[in-house]
């Protein structure tokens, strides 16, 4: 039992977090679970504690500190809240692995704090290499820790790399179902609601990244995100509408071979290989079957409808603090969004304002980041209509 992988898991009452546990619990001679988190589900995290005896738990939300401490009194569970336990639970000298299942810039902080800890990262939490791609991945090639991606492209793109470390890639496609909305116009978007776009034809996740996958803004942030993880530049770097959702995406190499990886949506995939990797664990997840999909179809994505593609290729190109506005900008605008304050289209002229008004920095530090993601915020929320 001593050799199980000691696993911390941010954000485990979410659509990810929930997953890995179901991975962790089929896999348990493999896994330990040393720390779980939530943003504010009281009930949940202390059920989760009960099956899996962390030996932490955090609730970022102050104000749930007595509801979590009371529900775990009988069992020798550590109980901690605050956004900056996040960050300390990580470093325990007990924890193997740290799996970001976090959603936002909120995961940015105990990223770090866990390489500097050299711990290595499982990452679900795409917009931390989306703020600060470049301080993040340097900080793990710094300390030796590995970024094991766990968002279904970059998983897809990492498992088609293994064993061709003395090959340079040409390109890279990343594939998008194209959402909810694949195929409409701008007048139709400009009448939908949120009950629509929470409604995605083949993933079933967290409202934030629906809603990004809506309006193709999770693409974009994809994007940034297999920039910094495989050491891309932007023009190495495409995306291909493939509506099935069967192949999570391919690689490209210089003699023009291309490999993919395939298999029926299901995150559960992606998290197993990044928690056992190098080993393929053996798993009951529901295999592939080709006859029920007789086609794969592939399209051009359209950035002239769902601009929030285009928008963050441009910051992508542009670098710098470039993807951390448009990062914030996009938080606002979805949390807007979802509480009807807002309309589809108006979240793209929020990110485009503060792209337009947010003062750039080129070589951005740590502290950059922080004042650009506040002064982004302060901006965006003056831009909502009141
Ligand atoms: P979710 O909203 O279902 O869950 C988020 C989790 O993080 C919850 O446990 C919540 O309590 C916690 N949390 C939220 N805000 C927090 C904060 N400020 N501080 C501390 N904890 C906080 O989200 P999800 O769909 O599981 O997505 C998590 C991350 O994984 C996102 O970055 C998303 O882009 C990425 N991702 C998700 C999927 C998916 O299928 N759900 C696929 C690929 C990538
Ligand atoms: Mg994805």
């Not at 099956?51 to 569970?77: M, N």
Request: glycine share 6%.
């Amino acid at each position: 039992m001593s050799s199980r992988k000691n696993i911390a898991i941010l954000g485990s009452t979410g659509s990810i977090g929930t997953q890995a546990l179901e991975v962790i619990r089929e896999q348990h001679s493999h896994f330990n679970v040393e720390v779980l988190t939530s943003n504010s589900n009281a009930a949940l995290l202390i059920k989760q504690a009960e099956e899996f005896h962390p030996q932490v738990v955090v609730i970022a939300d102050e104000s749930k500190f007595d509801e979590v401490r009371q529900g775990l009194r009988e069992l020798p569970i550590k109980v901690y809240a605050g956004q900056e336990a996040l960050a300390d639970v990580v470093q325990l000298p007990s924890v193997d692995m740290v799996l970001t299942a976090l959603v936002g810039y909120a995961g940015l902080k105990p990223t770090l704090k866990a390489l500097e800890a050299k711990k290595n990262i499982a990452l679900a939490n795409k917009e931390t290499l989306v703020v600060a791609g470049e301080l993040v991945t340097s900080l793990a090639t710094k300390n030796n820790c590995d970024i094991f991606p766990i968002d279904s492209e970059h998983s897809a793109i990492f498992q088609c790399l293994v064993g061709e470390s003395h090959n340079a890639v040409e390109k890279i496609y990343l594939t998008a179902s194209g959402g909810p909305f694949r195929g409409r116009d701008r007048n139709f978007l400009s009448t939908v609601r949120k009950e629509q776009a929470l409604k995605h034809p083949n993933w079933d996740m967290g409202a934030k990244i629906t809603i990004d996958s809506a309006s193709l803004m999770n693409k974009g942030l994809e994007m940034i995100e297999a920039r910094w993880l495989f050491g891309l530049e932007p023009d190495q770097i495409d995306v291909i509408v493939h509506p099935q959702s069967i192949i999570h995406s391919i690689a490209q190499f210089e003699d023009g071979s291309m490999k993919a990886q395939m298999g029926l949506p299901d995150m559960k995939l992606p998290i197993q290989y990044a928690l056992g990797y190098p080993k393929r664990l053996k798993s009951t997840f529901q295999r592939f079957d080709f006859v029920k999909y007789p086609s794969l179809t592939f399209e051009t994505p359209d950035t002239e409808t769902f601009r929030n593609l285009a928008m963050a290729t441009e910051a992508m190109i542009k670098g710098g603090n470039m993807p951390c506005i448009v990062n914030a900008a996009n938080e606002i605008a979805v949390a807007a969004f979802l509480k009807d304050q807002i309309g589809f289209l108006e979240m793209s002229d929020l990110i485009e304002d503060c792209m337009n008004n947010i003062s750039f920095v080129k070589h951005p530090s740590y502290e950059d980041y922080v004042t650009t993601d506040e002064e982004t915020r302060r901006k965006a929320l003056e831009f909502l209509p009141a």
